[in-house]
Each structure stands twice: as C-alpha cells, then as structure tokens.
C-alpha cells in the first residue's frame, strides 16, 4: 500500500511568462485517493494534462511505476493503465453509451488495426465495454444515445468511458463539475467503490465530496504545491487555510 | 547569373510577393476573424481585373477605372457575403469549402458570359511607362515598381488600420473570442461584413493594380488563389504578418524557381511547403 | 407498411437489379455513361471513406485518381497490351505511394490547415503532368491497349469487348462497397469512426489517431486510383484535368449530394449529378453556372444530402428512453 506509483519531479510548465505548473514534486502512492485541491488558476487542470500526456511539460519528469513517461503522448499514457475523465464532458454525443466504451475497451485487445473480422462479433471487447458501464451504474442506459442523457449520466459515462481501458490509475478532472447534491452523491459512491481497486488522483472543488474520498491531500496555490497531508493535516493547517479553504466556501456545489 | 539579373529577379519576386500579400491576408483575415474559408477568394482578384479591363474602355485612365472598380468590388464584396458568406457561419468547414466552391463556378461562369474567353491585355499608364535603365540592355519597368509601392502603402494602411484604430481593435477582438465580443454588445455581424468586403476589395486592388503585367484571362481566379493558400499555410492561418512573410518567401521562391530550376518551376513552391510544414505544420505564425 | 429500412433495402435491391442486367437495357451511349457513373461511384465511396466516416475533407482527392491512370498510360507499351494482373498492382502501389507521401504532410495537421494543404499537393501534382511534355502535356496521353485480362497467351475475359468491361466495372463496385463495409466494421473502423466523432478522446482512450488518419488515407487514395485505372481503361485517355482540383471539388460534392457517411448515397450522388450534367450539358454552354448554383442550393437547403430523403419514410429506429429505462428497470427485479 505505501509504494509510489506516480511520482512527479521539479514538473513545470511555461505558457509564455506564466508558469502554470512550478516546480512541483508529488508522490502518489499506490492505493489512495489522492486529490488535488486549490484555487482557480491554481494550476490543478494544468497537472493532470501532463500527467495524462495531453500536455509536454517545459521541465521536470514525470514518473509512472519507476518508468518514465515524461514525454509521452496521451495514447500512450492511456496504454501503460492511467486511465483520465475530463473536466468538460469529453464524450461521443450521437453513439449510445456501449458504443461510448466501445473503443476504450477494443484498446485493450490488442493491434485494432484490423481490417476483416467485425469487431461486434469479438465478444471480449462487448463484454469489457458492457462491465465499464456497470461499474459506472449505467447498465440500464446500455443502448441510449449519449446525448439524449442528462448531464449527471453524461459524468457517469465520461468515467465508464475511461474505465473500458481498465485502467490502474485514474485521473478524475472534476468528476462533480456542474452536479447537484444527488447526483454528486452518487458519483462519489462511484469513487468510493472505485478507490477500493484502483489509485486516485482527483481534482475537485467540492470539498464535502474530497473529504469524504480522500486519503492524501495536497493544496496547489499560483502553480505551487503548497502543501501535502492528510485531511486532517490539511484541515488543520494555518497556511493552507490562509491560501484556500477561506476562497473555498463558495465554491461548495 | 550576374548581379544585375539577380536584381531583377529579385525585384520581381518582391513585387509578385505584394500581390500575393493583398489576395492572403485578405483570405487571412476572413479565415481568421469570420472562420470561414472563402474559396471564391481568388474569383476577387480576378473581377478586379476585368473590371479594372472593361472600366478602361470607357474612362481611359487606370487610375479612375481602378477607383470605380473599387467602389463595385465593395459592393459585390458586401453583397455576396450577405446573400452567401452568411449562412456559412455556424456551417462546418466541409459544407463553406462546398458552397463557396459553388460560388466560384458561378463567378467563372460569368466572367465567361460577360467577357468570353480570350486574354486581354491592360495598357500602362503613359505616365509610368518606360524603365530605370540597369545595364546596355536590361531596363526595369517604372510600373513593376510601381506595384510594389503601392502596395507597400496599401500594406502599411492595413497594419495602421488593424493596430491603431477602434475598428481594427473590434476586428481584433472578434478574432480572438467571437462570442465575447458579441456579449459586450458589438455588432458582430456588422464587422464580419466590413471584414469581408475588405478582403474582397484587397483581393481585387491586387489584381486591377497586377493586370498591366499579368493580363486578364479566365482562371486566373484560381491560379492566384491556390498560391494564396499555400502562402497562408506557411504564414499561419488568421496572422496577417505571417501572410506577409510567406507572400514574400512564396514571391521569391516561385520567381527565382522559374529561372533556376525550369523544368520544375511550379512544383518549388509546393516543395518550399511541404519543407516549412515539416518544420512547423501550423505555420511561421500561426497559433499551435 | 413502408419504413426507413425496408425502403433502403427494397431501393438497394432495385439499383443493383437494374445495373445488372444494364446490358440488356441499354444500347452503347448509355452503356457507356453508366459505366462512367459507376467508376465515379468508387470513386466517391473512396472519398467517403475521408470525409463521411474519419472526418478528413481532402480537396485533393482527385491527384490519386489521375496518378493511377497515368501510370497505367506509362506502362502500356503501343504494341501489345499489358496483363491486368502486372499493371493493376503497379497503379495502385503508385497512387498508394503518392497518398502515403502526401498523407504523411497533411496529416499531421487538421481543419482549415488540411484541406488547403492537400489542395495544395494535388495541385503540384496536376502541373506536374500538365508541364511535362513526354507525358502529352495539356493534350495527355493515349493508352493504346486495354490491358490484357490474363496474362502471355491466355486471355480470360476480352476487356475489348464493352460488355465484358461493364460487368468488370460493376463487379468492381459492388465489391468496392463490400470491402469498405467490411473494413467500417472491423475495428479499424470502429477507431475511424472515433475519430470523425472526438478524436482528442479517441486518442485518449489509447490510439495513435495520426496512424489510423495516414493508413485511412492511403487506402481511401488507393481506392482512388482504382477508380481512376478503371476510368482509363474504359476511356483509353488520362489528361491533367483528371488531377486539377476542380475534379477533387467535383466528387467532393458527389459525397455530399448524394449523403456523406453512407456509402451508397455518394454512389447515388455519383449517378444523380451525371445524369443531370447528360441532360443539360448539350441545352446550355454555361453547365458550370448551374452546377454551382445546384451546389450551393444542396448545402443550404439538404445538407444531408439525396440520401437523407430516405428519412421521409420514416426515421431510423430508435428506442425512446424511458422506455428502455423501464425495460431494464424490470429486468433487474
């Protein structure tokens, strides 16, 4: 439980004269829940995009199970088991939801360029697809077309989507974006469940949702890590309550 | 080759890299600010031509003709975009690069209703007719210089228009961020108009001012456009200083190519984009 | 009771019935066209591949087209023919290599960046052929034989015979639409189909999408240049204007007339515009004011094209969504 899955090192990135990402070294360690809390502008989103390969940092190494993956693109970052959900719904509107997983579970089964055999007919992938959306509570929604959804099951498909890669890491940008209370509430059981077999890593402004999940905090301020801890460490600490939690309060969904 | 050829030829790309210059950025801009690709865009160029021919039989004067041919490219700039260009803007790029296509096979057409298909030549004013003598033999025509200095000026208006004005300003705002500048209560639709007609009219002002040392002749449109393509590929889509710099390197590339390298002529400047793609597929300028 | 499908497949079958027995219904000039109207099919299918289904609007489509035929007019000696089964290979490794090279520079980049660039490329390629005078210049280039459908001595099918060539070019489209659909349903497609509809979260899911968009492009070129091949053959000349983009605008809109991202509506789109430009192309010197005009009309007012009208029987069947959530709902208790 306590080894370093992903660790990051001195990991920055520039836009011009802004740095986004500072010089921030973390360690995620296998197991957790790990989020990542902070202001707006704090530069949460801008990690996870290089950590999912979406984005090359200016400095600094990103590691993943000892093996760097620094500058890796985002399908390969996806192939090594970290899997990523996004921040603005990053789904395929018109398929049905088992169309949506489609293709992240056909990923797993080996070299898809192929040209003859149809792909319905390879069962692994239909029954690896059809597992993600249970997972993700979205069996029932098996043949709809994604846009005819709501928007709290639009979320839940954006994790079942990345869950069809089987993933053994999970980045989760703001899974609770835009939910209300019942519809997060659901989404962090999602978590809970999840948590239980896979690594963390979550951004979120929600901080009833984050103290209910996580295990491991760190507090992101100006690209900077603040500070890393536990909840409670985190909760009790003048600096970050200075920095943070202060803003925080109205940004509770 | 001696210098003096050098010279001339270097003198040629320069002013050919102006022409192309008005007829990209104008494309640029549209691209840019509107996001639409107008295909018709080289069918400006070439109606300023022909316009600029047929003026020329009733006036007798370049400069007239080229003033009242202006004022009709505004016109038709400002009509095609209202009854066209407009229904574009919430279409994807597969169905503007359709309809605009469309338009230059009407365009054509009627280029070839009005004034057939036979070449027509545009005379030089008297009063730049003649050249600077550079050797025994070889002279450089007054007008070619011509042409570079009025574009120069007209380049050097467009950069004052753009960065120093409140219209240009707009322009730039509603490059940059559409609806946010609708929100704040600018007339969008008002500046993609003026946007248009001023890409048109740029278009056209290039070929009524080349017309003496291209000619006028069906598909001219065309020729020009494709180049201009290229030129706003390697500039970087929506930056006007991009497409000057690629409208210069192209200018140069395809003049200098022609007299080295004969036999491959057309293929240098296809050659020179795929060179500067590999480098940087968004272009010299554009945004990544 | 008439609906969406059975009005697909009952249309589908009438088409296909009716080009089947072609020969007998038509005498020579029609035959001829509809022989024209069916390379043109695969050659709209194949940029269907592009646009309809990976979401790659290529406007310089028609350069692997006229590629193929010259190759074809390069390799044909004037004495004898040569045997299809040696030239064929060879034209379509050439328009298989001209797309890899092109694809490999537009690929890379997307939007408004692709459609000039392989504009562009394909324009190279027109003044290319159209400068160089070994190969007829502007005129182009005859090719003296049809090529031999057998090879040495044996002869299997006489291509000489106009009969012989209309089976071989319908037998050629119909299997274009099998290997397409074929290929849509594999899992390349699957990825193919990703990729038209959010390639950024395709790429996330775990695919080198630049691959898939390049090998996507190659095989849509590849089939290009079998249209064009079959084109030579049956109209013995290749010229320049095959590779001008003004053909590339002119499948383009094919696809889109006759419905993108179907398969079959650009093949009808195919037969619809050339039956149109048969009729008026002799009433009217100005066919290209109308095809423009009849361009623009399509895009603003069935933008889903000729195909789409199949929705007037009915739309495609889809399951209403509380529907399903109470089907589910009671099967799980």
């Known amino acids: 439980m306590s080894d370093v899955i992903l660790k990051t090192e001195n990991l920055s990135k520039q836009f011009g004269a802004l740095a986004a990402v500072d010089s921030v070294t973390i360690d995620f360690l296998k197991g957790q829940v790990h989020a990542i809390i902070g202001p707006n502008g704090a530069g949460k989103t801008t990690l996870i995009n290089l950590l999912s390969g979406d984005l090359p940092p200016t400095q600094g190494t990103i590691k993943y199970k000892d093996q760097d993956i620094t500058t890796l693109g985002p399908h390969e970052v996806s192939m090594l088991g970290i899997g990523r959900s996004y921040q603005k719904t990053n789904i395929f509107p018109e398929f049905t939801c088992l169309e949506n997983c489609w293709l992240g579970a056909q990923s797993r089964q080996g070299s898809s360029m192929r040209f003859i055999k149809p792909a319905a007919k390879i069962t692994a992938i239909r029954e690896r697809a059809e597992n993600a959306l249970e997972l993700a509570r979205l069996t029932h929604r098996m043949e709809t077309p994604a846009s005819m959804m709501s928007y709290g099951e639009q979320r839940q498909l954006e994790i079942a989507m990345m869950l069809a890669t089987e993933p053994d890491l999970l980045l989760l940008d703001e899974p609770l974006a835009g939910m209300g209370t019942e519809e997060a509430g659901k989404v962090i059981e999602l978590i809970k469940d999840l948590a239980k077999n896979h690594t963390v890593i979550l951004i979120e402004h929600d901080m009833d949702a984050v103290f209910a999940v996580a295990e491991a905090l760190t507090v992101m301020v100006n690209g900077n890590r603040l500070k890393t801890g536990t909840p409670q460490e985190i909760r009790e600490s003048k600096e970050v309550q200075e920095a943070y939690l202060g803003d925080d309060e109205e940004d509770a969904a | 080759m001696d210098f003096t050829t050098f010279l001339i030829q270097a003198l040629n790309g320069i002013q050919y890299g102006f022409l192309l210059f008005l007829v990209a950025s104008g494309l640029t801009l549209i691209f840019g600010i ?22 020329i039989g009733y006036t007798g004067n370049l400069a007239i003709a080229i003033a009242l041919g202006l004022v009709i490219m505004v016109v038709v700039g400002y009509a095609i975009e209202r009854l066209a260009i407009s229904f574009l803007y919430s279409r994807d790029h597969l169905h503007q690069v359709l309809l605009t296509y469309g338009l230059i096979l009407i365009l054509n057409e009627l280029q070839k209703i009005f004034w057939g298909t036979d070449f027509y030549s545009v005379p030089v004013p008297d009063m730049l007719k003649g050249g600077i003598q550079m050797t025994d033999n070889q002279s450089y025509p ?77 598909g001219m449109g065309d020729e020009i456009l494709i180049i201009s393509f290229v030129v706003v590929v390697i500039g970087g889509i929506g930056s006007v200083k991009g497409a000057f710099v690629g409208a210069m390197i192209i200018g140069l590339a395809d003049t200098f190519g022609t007299v080295l390298l004969p036999e491959f002529a057309s293929v240098v400047v296809y050659a020179v984009m795929a060179m500067i793609l590999l480098w940087r597929p968004q272009g010299l300028f554009g945004k990544a | 009771m008439m609906n969406r499908d059975i009005f697909i497949r009952a249309f589908t079958l009438v088409f296909i019935g009716v080009l089947a027995i072609g020969p007998m219904l038509f005498e020579s000039y029609y035959k001829e066209l509809v022989m024209h109207m069916m390379v043109l099919g695969i050659f709209a299918m194949s940029l269907d591949l592009l646009i309809g289904f990976t979401g790659l609007v290529s406007f310089g489509h028609a350069a692997f087209f006229g590629v193929a035929g010259y190759l074809l007019a390069i390799v044909t000696p004037e004495a004898e023919p040569i045997s299809i089964f040696i030239s064929l290979p060879f034209c379509l490794g050439g328009a298989a290599l001209a797309a890899l090279v092109i694809g490999w520079f537009s690929v890379r980049t997307s939007g408004i960046y692709f459609i000039m660039i392989t504009l562009a490329f394909a324009q190279m390629l027109f003044y290319y052929f159209n400068e160089n005078q070994d190969l007829g210049g502007s005129d182009g280039i005859f090719i003296f034989n049809k090529p031999l459908f057998g090879w040495g001595e044996t002869k299997l099918l006489d291509l000489d015979n106009p009969d012989v060539l209309y089976y071989l070019i319908f037998a050629s489209l119909i299997g274009t639409y099998l290997l397409l659909r074929t290929i849509l349903n594999a899992p390349f497609g699957k990825v193919i189909k990703g990729i038209k509809a959010n390639e950024h979260r395709t790429q996330a899911l775990g695919f080198n999408t630049q691959r898939y968009k390049l090998v996507a492009f190659v095989l849509a070129g590849t089939l290009a240049g079998f249209a064009g091949y079959l084109e030579a053959i049956t109209t013995g000349i290749v010229s320049p204007g ?59 007012l069935l933008p889903n094209g000729i195909a789409s009208l199949a929705n007037l029987f009915g739309k495609k069947q889809e399951v209403p969504v509380e529907e399903a959530a109470t089907e589910k709902e009671e099967q799980k208790s």
């Open chain 2, 142 to 218: 007054y007008y070619r210089l011509f042409i570079s200095l009025v574009c120069m000026i007209v380049a050097a208006g467009l950069y004052l228009l753009i960065s120093k004005t409140k219209l240009g300003m707009m322009i730039r705002a509603g490059a940059s961020n559409r609806e946010m500048t609708q929100a704040l209560g600018i007339n969008v639709n008002g500046i993609f108009a003026i946007v248009f007609s001023l890409g048109a009219a740029l278009a056209a002002f290039s070929g009524m001012v080349g017309s003496p040392v291209s000619s006028v002749f069906p």
């Open chain 2, 34 to 55: 509107m996001g639409i690709i107008n295909l018709a865009h080289g069918a400006f160029y070439m109606l300023g031509a022909y316009i600029t021919y047929w003026l």
């Open chain 3, 242 to 300: 095959h590779l001008h983009w003004h053909h590339s605008g002119e499948v383009m809109m094919l696809v889109i007339l006759g419905g993108m991202g179907t398969l079959f509506g650009p093949v009808l789109g195919a037969f619809a515009l050339e039956l149109l430009r048969d009729n008026f192309q002799d009433m009217t010197q100005h066919w290209h004011l109308y095809q423009g005009i009849f361009i623009i009309l399509i895009v603003l």
